[in-house]
């Protein structure tokens, strides 16, 4: 391991113990005094018009007429002290919304704003066809009315508990947990709620997520670019559509990273940290992720690039799980991170 890799672990991890030696209720309220914005919004980005025949089947509405698909829902809030920090953009994963940045499922403080708290604009995105940013029923109205074959109707799906419970590494198999797990499980109920279908099957490709991304970061003229699971190969994507407004990508246990033996032309300029959990090597969906993902950084490197992969169990941290953002020591993750935006990515100019 470099001198480098070693000296960002150790800041890293200086930074969580420093938060870890607050008082509980200094980690878990809402902050010290009321939350002071320069401004607060929401705006789309991207979309296109289609027009279909197949948009209804009940009497009281049209079936032929245009829609507009592939936007982008964009939720944003910026601090009254932001002075020179990159805003930040986050990007929720599988069968989520922006919800997963908010207000945790026990009550605590969510990333979105802790980081408005630190000084950042943070921008909050629901994926195309995905939560508020609305798709289209045409394909499946289209099977109903008899217009389309069967084999046409588009995949959507859910996930359901059990699955789940596996997938985010709550323990190894429904209902059993994970010794020390992290996640606030009496609040399980509140996560379940924030679970919505799937669409990401049925979408173009790329998926439109990924184009509107980088319009926003050149909207933003800069932006970190924070992913999670399903969404974590897309920062990585954008950057291969253009690096521009692009300052840094945090991908957080990503459902893919780029293959190492690709081009790696367009990651060299960009810093990259690659964020993983607890009892990773447990599982056989995430292992062969985490293996890919060094194998990536361990080629940026050797070309030049300025990456690198932290393993919160190498870093002594335990008991995390997929959804570290909402687990009981977040805002200590959350410390970290911004420690690493300060040393890798800096401020504007």
Same mark, same amino acid.
């Given at each position: 391991?470099?001198?480098?890799?070693?000296?960002?672990?150790?800041?890293?991890?200086?930074?969580?113990?420093?938060?870890?030696?607050?008082?509980?209720?200094?980690?878990?309220?809402?902050?010290?005094?009321?939350?002071?914005?320069?401004?607060?919004?929401?705006?789309?980005?991207?979309?296109?018009?289609?027009?279909?025949?197949?948009?209804?089947?009940?009497?009281?509405?049209?079936?032929?007429?245009?829609?507009?698909?592939?936007?982008?829902?964009?939720?944003?809030?910026?601090?009254?002290?932001?002075?020179?920090?990159?805003?930040?953009?986050?990007?929720?994963?599988?069968?989520?919304?922006?919800?997963?940045?908010?207000?945790?499922?026990?009550?605590?403080?969510?990333?979105?704003?802790?980081?408005?708290?630190?000084?950042?604009?943070?921008?909050?995105?629901?994926?195309?066809?995905?939560?508020?940013?609305?798709?289209?029923?045409?394909?499946?109205?289209?099977?109903?009315?008899?217009?389309?074959?069967?084999?046409?109707?588009?995949?959507?799906?859910?996930?359901?508990?059990?699955?789940?419970?596996?997938?985010?590494?709550?323990?190894?198999?429904?209902?059993?947990?994970?010794?020390?797990?992290?996640?606030?499980?009496?609040?399980?109920?509140?996560?379940?709620?924030?679970?919505?279908?799937?669409?990401?099957?049925?979408?173009?490709?790329?998926?439109?997520?990924?184009?509107?991304?980088?319009?926003?970061?050149?909207?933003?003229?800069?932006?970190?670019?924070?992913?999670?699971?399903?969404?974590?190969?897309?920062?990585?994507?954008?950057?291969?559509?253009?690096?521009?407004?692009?300052?840094?990508?945090?991908?957080?246990?990503?459902? =893919?990273?780029? +293959? /190492? $033996? !690709?081009?790696?032309?367009?990651?060299?300029?960009? *810093?990259? @940290?690659?964020?993983? &959990?607890?009892?990773?090597?447990?599982?056989?969906?995430?292992?062969?992720?985490?293996?890919?993902?060094?194998?990536?950084? =361990?080629?940026? +490197? /050797? $070309? !030049?690039?300025?990456?690198?992969?932290?393993?919160? *169990?190498? @870093?002594?941290?335990? &008991?995390?799980?997929?959804?570290?953002?909402?687990?009981?020591?977040?805002?200590?993750?959350?410390?970290?991170?911004?420690?690493?935006?300060?040393?890798?990515? !800096?401020?504007?100019?």
């Amino acid at each position: 391991m470099s001198k480098i890799s070693l000296l960002s672990r150790a800041v890293a991890l200086l930074s969580v113990l420093c938060v870890m030696g607050l008082p509980a209720s200094a980690q878990n309220k809402a902050g010290p005094g009321p939350l002071v914005l320069q401004s607060q919004g929401s705006f789309f980005v991207g979309g296109r018009d289609v027009k279909s025949d197949t948009l209804s089947t009940l009497p009281a509405y049209a079936p032929s007429g245009t829609i507009t698909v592939d936007q982008m829902y964009v939720h944003y809030e910026v601090p009254a002290n932001a002075g020179k920090h990159y805003p930040l953009t986050l990007i929720h994963g599988c069968c989520l919304t922006g919800k997963t940045w908010e207000t945790t499922p026990d009550g605590r403080m969510g990333w979105d704003e802790f980081f408005v708290r630190r000084g950042y604009p943070v921008y909050v995105i629901d994926q195309s066809w995905r939560g508020r940013s609305a798709g289209s029923v045409a394909a499946i109205n289209a099977v109903k009315m008899g217009k389309a074959p069967v084999d046409q109707l588009p995949t959507v799906f859910s996930a359901g508990h059990e699955g789940a419970w596996t997938i985010f590494r709550f323990g190894p198999e429904y209902p059993k947990v994970y010794d020390g797990m992290r996640y606030p499980l009496r609040a399980q109920a509140e996560f379940w709620k924030q679970m919505v279908p799937d669409w990401s099957n049925a979408v173009p490709t790329p998926n439109p997520t990924v184009p509107a991304l980088s319009e926003l970061a050149q909207k933003l003229q800069g932006t970190v670019l924070i992913s999670h699971s399903q969404s974590g190969i897309y920062p990585f994507q954008t950057v291969a559509l253009s690096t521009k407004g692009v300052a840094g990508i945090i991908s957080i246990e990503p459902g =893919a990273c780029p +293959n /190492a $033996a !690709g081009d790696l032309t367009p990651y060299k300029t960009v *810093p990259i @940290m690659v964020l993983w &959990g607890d009892n990773v090597d447990l599982s056989p969906r995430w292992s062969p992720r985490l293996k890919g993902c060094r194998a990536f950084v =361990a080629a940026l +490197n /050797a $070309a !030049g690039g300025k990456a690198e992969v932290l393993v919160l *169990p190498e @870093m002594g941290i335990h &008991g995390n799980s997929h959804m570290l953002m909402q687990d009981n020591n977040s805002l200590q993750i959350a410390a970290m991170l911004d420690t690493w935006i300060a040393r890798h990515v !800096g401020h504007r100019p």
